[in-house]
Each structure stands twice: as C-alpha cells, then as structure tokens.
C-alpha cells in the first residue's frame, strides 16, 4: 500500500511505532552507559548535543518549509519536486557547513569558559571538536530530508531510516565504553556515525518517494522556501533557546551531575511527546494542503482524541515514573530524579494539545504568528528559569519549562480560533494530570499514601476516558479488540 494512500490513524501509528523503538533502545542501554562513562562526562556529552541541537537553528526553517512546499507540490512533475528538494539541500548543507565552522573555531572557548568542565572533560571535548564539524551539516541536511518525506506522508520510508540512524546512535557508543572507549571525542565519533547512516537511508528514501531527476537548483524555489521559511527560521531559532537553555543554564550555575539529573528525566519525559508529534506531523501536510475551513474543521477535530490519549498515558506516568527510574537507575538517583519528570510531565500533557495549533497555523501559512509568539515569551521565560534554577535547582528548571509552555499552549489556540466545545472535558482531563503530580510530590517519602492516591486517580482517569472518549476512538477501539479476538479466539470458544 502506497504511503500516500494511508488514512490519519495509520500515518500516525507508523509515526508511534517509528518514535517508540528508540524508546526502547534507550531503556536498555542507558543502564549500561551511565555507569561505564559516569554521571559527569555523561551530562557533558548531553550539554554537547543540547549545542548541536541549538545551532541546528541554521537550518533557516528549511525542514517545514520544504514539507510545506512538497504538500503542496503533490502533483507537481518529477523536476519540480527534484528543485524543490535539492534547493533545499544545499542550502541547509551551506547553512551547516557554517554552523560547524562556528563550532570549530569557538568549542575551545566554550567548553573552557561557559561551562563547569573538568580539565579532563575539557581535553576530550576539544579532540572531539572535529566530530562537531560534521555534526552540524548533517543536522541541517537530515531536517530538510525529513521535511520532504513528510510532505510527500512517506511516513514508512521516513520511520525506517530514523530508527536505524537512532538505534545506532545509542547502540555504538555502548558498545564503544563497553570496549574501553569512553572518552567524549570517542562517544561523539561512534554516536555521529550512527546519526550519518540515518541520514544516508533519508536521502535513499527521498531519491525513491520525492523524486530522483537530476540534482538542480531553482532560483524560484528558492524564493518560495525563503519566504515559509523565513518566520519559521524565526521559531527555529527561538525553539531551541527556549528548550534547551535550561541545561545550560543548569550546567553553568550547578554542575555535570546536576544537568545529568535533570537530561535524563527531561530526555524520558519529552519522549512521550511522540504521540503529538506523531499525529501533527500526518496533519501538517494535510493542513498545507487543504483549504481554509476544512483545515480549521481538522485542527477542531483532532483536539479531543489527542487529550483522551494522552490524559490516561501522563497520570499513569506521573503515578510510577519514580519507582520505576529507581529500580532502573538505582534508588539514589530515582528519588533525585523523580520530582524532576513528575513536573515535567504535566507540561508535557499542556504541550501535547499545542502541537495541533501549532502544526495547523504553520500549515495555513501563518509561521508569523508562532514565530512572535515565541519572541514574546523569550524573555518572561529567560528570566523565570534563571530565577528557578538559583532558587530551586533542576526541580525549578522543571517547573519554569512547564509554566512556559502552558503559557504557549493557551496562546496557540487563541491564535488558532475556532470553537471550544470540548473545553469542559479537557479541562477535567488536566485537572486529572495536575492532582496525580501534586500528590506525587507531597508523598515523595509516603508509598503507601502514593499507592492509595495513584489507584484513585487511575480509576477517575479511566471514568473520564469512558464518558469522553470521541466515537473515533470508540470505534478504532473496537475494531482493534474484535480483530484480536477473531485472530486469538479464547480456548473455550
């Protein structure tokens, strides 16, 4: 079945099963890492990436735009689409070209005055600096070449490469520290490897689905991908200063060991994210696509199912997120880590239903209106997280991340419009995520009060899911169990 034939659901699903196996692989080999190469030289590869991921900024909005522009392209002839792509490509490869460059010519500097590094840690990260050459182009590269296979919903191609590229990126390291190499300038080499034969089956994937005429560069297309991506650029550059300072931050007011207590809860709880991100990222391109009240009918539509997902996935979360990283990671840095992803996973279920907005105002052609979005609350969230963290420590962090972007989800639908008939419910649904984190937190050292709280909040949730659950869900629910019967009738039948 051709990718472009796949209804919402099933692009979706893909989109999960693709997001959940990294998951997985995580699960398994963080135990391990962590312990060969040590809490701080671990915070220090993660403060390494947070960088990479900050300046992958100079991709200029290139990945959305040429999603937007590849939507909207659907039955454009193969050279279009051929200088839609490679127009894109080569400018994001300049823009990370340059990005790496930068990186070259002030890590010294960096890895020396900004953070709190040891001289070791600083050694290692300064032989590791040619790592990071690479690592920005191919950053930039790999967004343009996801945003093409999303436009065109060549969700299946899409998945295959990043799980392969992502489970490398986790699997080489490992066994790297497991063969005695633990350095950074080593870890960073074996995880980029991974990284670069992702991007290698992306550009495969694209040269299949998008198109695979000759390479050429379009001075037109150019200017329609400047012009999306110019606002987008705005928000690309704003987004990872406003998710990404707080370990900066963090690592330059604590140290190593306090950005590792709160990367790894944030890096747990951001994953559950994916079932959003999953969903706006089929809906993007329907969004670029469609016309203006079938658009606004879509964004509508989506809001509901999305919260009585993921309402019942975050209070179970919140519920036993803290016994089980204690008997993942050890009883010490489970109660050290807990409070952390028990605040922040109440962001993560304001956050989940702004990925819908978000996605639609983008899609309809308005990146302006997230992109001011994002300039107004750069500074309040700046001064709330320094603030936080001087106050609070990595707990602050957390809860200044959460207010923020519950700040942001109530503003995106402001700008979205559209009725709010399914108010009441969803607000019943936070009410839920907010009463098992504040339980959660009040009982950190009473199990027993835990227990009893989290088994009647579980209970209400499960109530809510019954009583709002939209007939979609009803429905997809159905057909799921009646097949799992029909395939697996039960031995008495």
């Known amino acids: 079945m051709s990718d472009n034939r796949l209804t919402i659901k099933q692009s979706s699903l893909i989109n999960l099963a693709g997001a959940i196996a990294p998951i997985v692989v995580t699960l398994i080999t963080l135990p391990l890492l962590l312990p060969l190469v040590g809490e701080f030289r671990y915070g220090a590869l993660m403060l390494v990436w947070a960088l990479v991921g900050y300046l992958g900024v100079l991709d200029l909005g290139l990945g959305r735009a040429t999603s937007n522009l590849v939507a909207r392209m659907d039955k454009a002839d193969p050279a279009s689409l051929a200088g839609a792509l490679w127009t894109s490509l080569l400018l994001s490869l300049g823009m990370g070209l340059l990005g790496g460059l930068l990186v ?5 500097w960096i890895f020396g005055a ?25 950053a930039t590269v790999m967004s343009v070449l996801t945003g093409a296979l999303e436009g ?13 590229g992502s489970v490398l990126a986790q699997v080489l390291p490992l066994l790297g520290a497991l063969a005695g190499l633990i350095d950074l300038a080593s870890l960073l080499a074996l995880t980029l490897i991974g990284r670069l034969a992702g991007a290698l089956l992306l550009f495969q994937a694209c040269l299949k689905h998008v198109s695979s005429s000759r390479p050429r560069f379009s001075r037109s297309m150019l200017g329609q991908v400047l012009h999306f991506g110019g606002w987008v650029s705005v928000s690309s550059v704003l987004n990872p200063v406003l998710t990404l300072t707080d370990r900066f931050i963090i690592g330059h007011k604590l140290d190593m060991a306090a950005v590792t207590a709160y990367t790894v809860p944030y890096s747990l709880a951001t994953r559950l994210s994916i079932i959003p991100a999953s969903l706006s990222s089929v809906l993007f391109p329907r969004f670029s696509s469609a016309e203006g009240a079938d658009a606004s009918a879509l964004m509508l539509r989506a809001r509901l199912p999305l919260a009585v997902v993921m309402t019942p996935v975050i209070v179970a979360a919140i519920i036993l997120v803290q016994p089980l990283m204690s008997l993942w990671l050890g009883e010490a840095l489970g109660q050290r880590m807990g409070p952390v992803a028990e605040i922040l996973l109440v962001g993560i279920w304001i956050n989940a239903l ?55 989800a109530i503003l995106l639908f402001v700008l979205a419009g559209g009725a709010w008939p399914d108010l009441r419910q969803i607000m019943l649904g936070g009410g839920l995520v907010l009463g098992a984190a504040v339980s959660a937190l009040l009982f950190l050292d009473l199990p027993l009060m835990r227990v009893l709280l989290g088994g009647g909040l579980a209970a209400l949730t499960a109530i809510w899911v019954v009583l709002y659950a939209p007939e979609e869900l009803r429905s997809m629910s159905a057909s799921i169990l009646r097949r799992k019967w029909l395939d697996h009738p039960s031995q008495d039948a």
């Open 354 to 408: 702004a990925f819908i907005p978000y996605a639609y105002l983008q899609g309809v052609g308005r990146p302006d209106l997230t992109a001011k979005l994002h300039l107004m609350e750069l500074v309040p969230y700046l001064a709330l997280l320094w603030w936080a963290v001087e106050a609070w420590g990595v707990e602050g962090a957390a809860f200044a991340w959460s207010i923020r972007v519950g700040v942001d």
């Open 114 to 138: 900004v953070f709190s590094l040891s001289v070791e840690l600083q050694t290692e990260l300064i032989a590791g600096l040619p790592w990071l050459l690479i690592a920005l182009p191919a």
């Open 104 to 108: 070259y010519a002030a890590g010294e």
């Open 152 to 164: 065109r919903q060549s969700f299946i191609a899409l998945n295959l490469a990043n799980i392969t």
